[in-house]
């Protein structure tokens, strides 16, 4: 009876500790899911469970179906970053693709300065951190893990439960210094705030 006594703290210690471990790991990357565009970390998290047969790839179709959405879903967050908003005249929301001019197209801006939208340092940066950021969310997924490489679970398992708040940290204060001004396609929405920060800069 004392034996079973003292084992049970010990195992609830351990049983803590784990709990402890993943608390972190899923908090770090909820972090991350915070830098990316919303429409794409979506998709990819409601698609990659069913391609991959919930990290079942029985097939080679699910591997090469899961590689292609993380190809597709990494572009678009490149993509992303270089697309805002604004409101013009009519009072409609525009979207469109900054470019070393302004934003493109151009048409229905009104009396909406256009050129204050130009490509930015920080956008190409934002653009390469999304990127770093969105590889580590689905390339260490659970589903993606145990469909490519499996024994990464098990084998790397400090890695793969610290990995995502250490970006998540180096991500989060690369955006403080280069600031995400832009509301575009999959970010919320905000269009006064948008043309505002745009002006300033």
Same mark, same amino acid.
């Given at each position: ?16 500790? /784990? ?7 899923? #908090? ?54 270089? #697309? ?36 930015? %340092? ?14 580590? %969310?689905?390339?260490?997924? !659970? ?11 098990? #084998?790397?398992? %400090?890695?793969?439960? %610290? ?16 600031? /995400? ?9 905000? !269009? ?10």
């Amino acid at each position: 009876m004392g034996a079973l006594s003292s084992s049970s703290p010990s195992k609830s210690k351990k049983s803590t500790n /784990n709990k402890g471990v993943k608390d972190i790991a899923l #908090t770090g990357v909820g972090n991350l899911i915070k830098l990316l565009p919303t429409g794409t970390v979506f998709l990819f998290q409601f698609l990659n469970p069913v391609l991959t047969n919930n990290g079942h790839c029985n097939t080679s179709v699910n591997k090469y179906l899961s590689a292609t959405l993380i190809a597709i879903s990494a572009f678009s967050c490149c993509f992303a970053s270089f #697309t805002d908003s604004y409101t013009s005249s009519d009072g409609q929301t525009h979207y469109g693709i900054a470019t070393t001019k302004g934003l493109w197209p151009s048409t229905s801006s009104g009396s909406v300065d256009l050129s204050a939208y130009k490509l930015r %340092v920080g956008d190409f940066v934002h653009a390469f951190f999304s990127l770093i950021v969105f590889a580590v %969310v689905s390339l260490l997924d !659970s589903n993606t893990v145990r469909c490519f490489y499996p024994t990464f679970e098990s #084998t790397e398992r %400090v890695l793969h439960m %610290v990995l995502p708040p250490v970006i998540g940290t180096i991500a989060g204060t690369v955006f403080v210094v280069f600031p /995400n001004k832009r509301h575009g396609i999959g970010y919320p929405s905000s !269009s006064s705030d948008s043309s505002q920060n745009s002006e300033e800069s």
